[in-house]
């Protein structure tokens, strides 16, 4: 998403613009983004253009429960400066600072993209552990099925044997704790 910010650059400290924003896209690298919604004020400041705003935008995942893919809404508040890399003034050429990342300069025609801070936002917003919905039932243990789409038969009383000797070891401390 790109936005030019000249008439801003050749404003005054303090100029702001609004914008509603409600934009389609390619799909994004990663999260497969492809459209943004919400509100950003772009503040011009001593150094660049201070973005800020609440956006939130569909990201692609696979539950953690059911393994499906699904798309989830994730809400972020962006946040960020962008520099200028051209004087809009002069055209001077004009040094990015060093605590400038890569992605937050404005470009030689005076274009600020805010498609790289929207994929980073939406990646960093993602669960740790993503679900398709939050009752999702995920997958039997046993047999696979997606517990979403079907019941299966499984006996749920049955136990591994492999787990027989830490039941029998927990059920004989449980009884030497009700003895004393």
Not at 33 to 41: E, P
Not at 49 to 67: D, E, K, Q, Y
Not at 109 to 122: F, G, N, P
Request: glycine letters at 6%.
């Amino acid at each position: 998403m790109q936005f030019n910010v000249a008439r801003l650059l050749m404003g005054a400290v303090g100029t702001q613009e609004t914008y509603i924003v409600d934009e389609s896209f390619a799909p994004l690298e990663d999260t497969q983004t492809d459209r943004v919604k919400g509100q950003l004020r772009f503040l011009r400041t001593d150094v660049g253009v201070w973005v800020t705003g609440t956006l939130v935008a569909p990201a692609r995942i696979t539950c953690s429960r059911c393994l499906q893919e699904s798309s989830v809404p994730v809400r972020f508040r962006m946040d960020d400066i962008y520099y200028p890399s051209i004087d809009v003034n002069t055209g001077a050429r004009v040094p990015l600072p060093e605590e400038a990342d890569g992605h937050c300069a404005i470009d030689r025609s005076h274009v600020l993209d805010i498609t790289e801070s929207i994929r980073q936002y939406t990646m960093v917003g993602l669960s740790m552990k993503p679900l398709c919905k939050p009752d999702c039932a995920g997958l039997c243990s046993r047999c696979g099925v997606n517990l979403n789409q079907a019941t299966c038969s499984c006996d749920t009383q049955e136990m591994d044997a492999r787990w027989l000797p830490l039941f029998s070891m927990a059920s004989t401390i449980h009884g030497e704790r009700t003895r004393s």
